[in-house]
């Protein structure tokens, strides 16, 4: 997604949503399930969750630091843009899918909120209300799918009609959006084609499909679809408006083919008020159920909620030097957990055509999370390479480069159980940046299939470029705002010595779950040791999770094992690959050290985020029982090798991101009945 300042042109901005609903109106009183105000010991065995009243473990788990809803269910980021007037409430502006009253998904409608740091947020209107309202030229745009048949699901026959691309504009910036009365604007996929899904549109400008694209008139799309009781037959006529546009928008809309595989299908601008859209061809597909590497998940059935960009060093690089990367969230490719999905990425090249050919892939999160969306912000004037990041004024703010933000949509891995006690599912990660990491090694495993590939090579050593991510440089506040800081002495594991797979205990210990933890730790080559650190231990042991690095498995690993006394909460283990590559030590041509690890982990209560070295992250949910268990600590094993860790740091304290809701924005529960939203839910 690009935003454009020309005065005759809307800020379009990509959304990825299922459907949008007007403003729930008050259930009826016998609907509502009412609260009860039970008392709860958090310091012996838990009881059963479901026998609890509504709301009642409301605020126990919930994460402080995090963009979340006031209450009830949430989904994936969307309408995600920057407005430096602050109009509408603030400079950053975000939006989810809710379904407000509820803990399960149903019938969705868009909320927001908006702030000035990326941190800092307040819901718009307020936190009580959602809203998207009926109702585009010259005011910020966006697209986004609507949904008229349910279910919808990439294993279960499509309905024709089921999905539609549509068209809203806000006019008072962003705190109402206003509907297209002709929506929709692209009313069904391609003719012929038996498709999974037909959903979460992405639009961006890109020089490069500009120029591949110049001599392909596009095929129309269809103004409607059919009923939905036979296939799309609809006829696109060939005097249908398509008008050539000055540095046009594309757009993507994510889906597959029935049988074969996950596609993205592109369309471009046919309209100055972008009602009109030419369909070009598939601008990626791939068979189904396809890895790239171990490195790289699946990519499944299906695609949702994918996105295009072209990105340099520092972010957004439209223009020459740009890396060409598809994100994508991967629908049947997951079957062993993680709700069947994976966030993923994959760097290509269009080879003359407009279609990406795929050359390296990797994975955006290997944890608890999906529907990643980004949106550009504006980099600071004079920040590194500054000039070389701009494409003749296709930028926010003009000719201002920009970085590009991600959100990610992290679920709850409950297993389904207490939904009702605990009143709300579901949140945003922390903001992220994603860019192009270069880097040079001195290894032999280069050449293996993985998440990197290499661009160019001297002697004995490689230069290496992979898809970077790391926290925004607005996630610092989480560390300056803290209300205590401290660090830990460097201290050295020896592999088989007395404090081989026992806890060593921090010598100042958290008196809360909301803090940053910081460390770099340094291997010895060939060792056995795994590594990490230990959180959330009670006293007597019973809860506590591990942190680690398996250096042997090349995994980040989380034992939860025993992270929770609350047994029907998924306990399971979390793994992702993640290799410390042997570099130039600075002295011979052939000398080699081996990279540091160098681990930032923020834990905001049951949401718990692991970055490394700006190429990993990992996103985890924690559920412990009791309330003492908060015990921080080194976590070491193995019988061979040594691991020194340095640099360790604790940041207690994290702010407040809701600073205008009440400590409790917990809300009456209702249930629709056995047949919302459909018949076995």
Same mark, same amino acid.
């Given at each position: ?39 709860? @010991? ?5 009881? $059963? ?35 430096? @007037? ?5 400079? *950053? ?28 947020? +307040? ?23 609507? !949904? ?21 504009? /806000?006019? @008072? ?30 639009? *961006? ?26 296939? #799309? ?9 398509? +008008? ?16 074969? &595989? ?26 189904? #159920? ?13 695609? =949702? ?5 072209? %990105? ?11 890396? @060409? ?14 709700? $069947? ?10 080879? &003359?055509?407009?279609? %990406? ?90 050449? =293996? ?13 490689? /230069? %290496? ?7 925004? +440089?607005? !996630?610092?506040?989480? +560390? ?77 690993? !989380? ?10 909460? $998924? %306990? ?40 490394? #070295? ?33 640099? !360790? ?17 917990? #809300? ?14």
């Amino acid at each position: 997604m690009v935003s454009h300042t020309s005065p005759n042109r809307a800020l379009l901005i990509a959304v990825a949503t299922a459907a949008f609903s007007a403003v729930h109106a008050a259930p009826p009183l016998a609907d509502i399930l009412v609260s009860r105000a039970d008392g709860i @010991d958090f310091t012996s065995a838990p009881p $059963n969750l479901t026998t609890l009243a509504n709301n009642t473990l409301f605020t126990y788990w919930r994460p402080k630091a995090h963009f979340i809803a006031p209450n009830s269910w949430m989904n994936d980021p969307m309408t995600l843009w920057y407005k430096a @007037d602050g109009e509408g409430g603030g400079k *950053f502006k975000a939006s989810y899918q809710a379904h407000p009253n509820h803990v399960q998904w149903g019938n969705i409608s868009q909320a927001s909120a908006a702030s000035d740091d990326l941190i800092h947020w +307040k819901d718009v209107p307020s936190w009580k209300d959602d809203r998207l309202t009926l109702g585009y030229k010259g005011f910020p745009t966006i697209i986004y799918t609507g !949904v008229k048949y349910l279910p919808t699901g990439w294993t279960i026959p499509y309905t024709p009609g089921t999905e539609t691309q549509n068209l809203a504009w /806000t006019e @008072d910036g962003g705190v109402t959006w206003h509907k297209l009365k002709t929506n929709p604007v692209i009313g069904g996929p391609p003719e012929g084609m038996n498709i999974t899904a037909f959903r979460d549109p992405w639009l *961006f400008q890109s020089p490069t499909l500009e120029r591949l694209t110049a001599s392909n008139p596009g095929t129309p799309t269809p103004p409607t679809t059919f009923n939905g009781t036979v296939a #799309n037959t609809t006829r696109h006529s060939s005097t249908s408006s398509n +008008k050539k546009i000055k540095d046009p928008w594309f757009a993507t809309v994510s889906g597959g083919e029935k049988g074969a &595989g996950p596609h993205l299908l592109l369309y471009r601008q046919a309209s100055e008020d972008f009602t009109k859209w030419v369909y070009l061809g598939q601008i990626f597909k791939h068979t189904g #159920n396809f890895s790239w590497s171990e490195w790289s998940g699946n990519w499944g059935w299906n695609f =949702e909620v994918s996105t295009v960009l072209r %990105l340099g060093t520092e972010g957004d690089q439209p223009g020459p030097g740009g890396r @060409d990367f598809i994100c994508m969230g991967t629908e049947g490719g997951r079957p062993e957990g993680w709700t $069947n999905h994976w966030p993923l990425w994959m760097k290509g090249s269009y080879a &003359g055509s407009a279609q %990406l050919a795929p050359e390296y892939a990797g994975v955006v999160d290997w944890g608890e999370t999906y529907a990643f969306m980004s949106f550009p912000v504006p980099r600071e004037k004079g920040s590194k390479d500054y000039k070389n990041h701009n494409w003749h004024g296709l930028n926010p703010n003009g000719s201002r480069p920009t970085r590009q933000i991600l959100f990610g949509w992290t679920y709850e891995d409950d297993n389904g159980y207490g939904l009702l006690a605990k009143g709300w599912q579901g949140a945003f990660t922390l903001p992220r940046e994603i860019f192009v990491k270069r880097w040079t090694v001195r290894d032999s495993r280069v050449d =293996e299939r993985g998440s990197w590939g290499v661009v160019s090579r001297s002697s004995n050593s490689a /230069t %290496l470029e992979t898809l970077g991510s790391r926290p925004a +440089k607005e !996630v610092d506040a989480l +560390k300056s705002e803290s209300k205590s800081k401290w660090s830990e002495k460097s201290w050295t594991y020896n592999g088989g010595s007395s404090n081989n797979g026992a806890w060593t205990a921090f010598s100042k210990q958290p008196n809360s779950r909301y803090y940053v933890l910081e460390a770099t730790l340094d291997f010895s080559n060939g060792s056995d040791a795994q590594a990490g650190f230990t959180i959330y231990k009670s006293p007597d042991g019973s809860e506590q999770t591990h942190i680690f690095y398996d250096f042997a498995a090349e995994t980040i690993r !989380v034992d939860r094992s025993r992270s929770s006394l609350v047994t029907s909460f $998924n %306990l399971g283990a979390e793994a992702g690959k993640f290799r410390l590559w042997n570099v130039p030590s600075g002295g011979g041509s052939s000398e080699t050290t081996l990279e540091s690890l160098k681990l930032k982990v923020f834990v905001d209560n049951s949401i718990v985020e692991i970055y490394a #070295n700006d190429v990993f992250a990992m996103t985890t949910r924690i559920y412990p029982w009791r309330s003492d268990s908060l015990g921080l600590g080194y976590y070491t094993t193995g019988s061979s090798g040594s691991v020194q860790f340095s640099n !360790v740091q604790v940041h207690e304290g994290l702010t407040n991101a809701w600073p205008d809701r009440p400590a409790n924005t917990a #809300n009456n529960l209702v249930w629709d009945g056995p047949e919302v939203p459909w018949p076995g839910w």
